[in-house]
C-alpha cells in the first residue's frame, strides 16, 4: 500500500474508534495534517453527530466548514472529551514529536483541553527514540537567532523554516511565530527537554508532546490497523 492509502486506512478506523467512544452530541478537537484530512473526509458524513468541533489550524477549520461541521473557537469550551492528531514521530510510551506542518502551538492548546489523546498514523512515525525527524520550535521572530544560538549549545543543527510560497522569506505560523528546525537531537527524555525548552525567552512552543503525550494510538502497517493503549 502507498502511503496515502495507509493514512486513508487509519482514517477510516479511526472514525469508527471516535463513534464507539463519543455519544452523539459530543464535541471533539482535532488535529493538523494529511492523515487528519483523510480523517475529516470519512467523518463527514457524521458531522451532525457532533455539536462542535474545535480545530487546531486554520486549514483544519477551513476544511471542516467544507465538510459541514460546526467549528467552536477554543476559548469557548472549557474541556474536550477527545483530541485525535497524526504524529511526526511516536515512540514506544506515546510520546509524539509533532509540528511538521507548523501547527504545533495550537495542537497543543487544543490537545491540553482534552480528557484522551488518540494519534493516527502509519507506521513510518513509529520510532525508538525521538528526534530523526527534526524538532520544530515556534518562536517570536525577534528571539529567533538568540534561540537558534541555546539550540545549537544543546547540540542541534538548527535552521529558520522556509515559506513554501517564498522560499527567500520564512514559514509564518498561525500565530505570527517563525519555526527553527532542529536536527541531531535524540532525544531520550521527552518530558525533560520539552520542559527545558519551554523555558527559553521567546520561544512559543516546541513540537514534542510528552506533556500532552497519546493515550491511545492506531497504527497502520500493510493492511490492518493496530492499536495501542498507553494509559
Known amino acids: 500500500m502507498t502511503q496515502d492509502e495507509l493514512k486513508k486506512l487509519v482514517a477510516k478506523a479511526a472514525v469508527q474508534e471516535i463513534l464507539n467512544l463519543l455519544p452523539e452530541h459530543s464535541l471533539l478537537g482535532m488535529g493538523t495534517g494529511s492523515t487528519v484530512n483523510f480523517l475529516i ?3 463527514k458524513e457524521y458531522a451532525n453527530y457532533f455539536s462542535g468541533v474545535v480545530s487546531s489550524s486554520d486549514a483544519t477549520s477551513q476544511r471542516l466548514l467544507s465538510n459541514g461541521f460546526k467549528v467552536l473557537d477554543a476559548n469557548t469550551v472549557q474541556s474536550l472529551p477527545l483530541y485525535i492528531d497524526g504524529a511526526d514521530e511516536i515512540d514506544p510510551d506515546g510520546n509524539m514529536l509533532k509540528g511538521g506542518g507548523g ?19 502509519d507506521a513510518t512515525k513509529l520510532v525508538p527514540v525521538l528526534g530523526q525527524f527534526p524538532l520544530p520550535v515556534e518562536v517570536i521572530p525577534m528571539a529567533s537567532a538568540q534561540i537558534q544560538r541555546v539550540l545549537e549549545a544543546l547540540g542541534g543543527q538548527v535552521r529558520i523554516r522556509n515559506s513554501k510560497v517564498d522560499p527567500n522569506l ?3 505560523t498561525d500565530n505570527q511565530g517563525w519555526i527553527l528546525d532542529v536536527k541531531g537531537l535524540a532525544i531520550e527524555n521527552p518530558l525533560a527537554l520539552e520542559t527545558k525548552l519551554n523555558q ?10 510528552a506533556i500532552q503525550s497519546a493515550n491511545m494510538l492506531l497504527v497502520s502497517a500493510i493492511d490492518q490497523v ?5 494509559k
Open 41 to 43: 473526509d470519512e467523518l
Open 103 to 121: 501547527a504545533l502551538t495550537r495542537e497543543k492548546i487544543v490537545a491540553s483541553l482534552a480528557s484522551q489523546f488518540i494519534c493516527i498514523c
Open 170 to 172: 520564512p514559514f509564518v
Open 200 to 209: 527559553i525567552p521567546g520561544v512559543i512552543c516546541n513540537g514534542i508532546f
Open 226 to 230: 493496530q492499536k495501542t493503549i498507553f
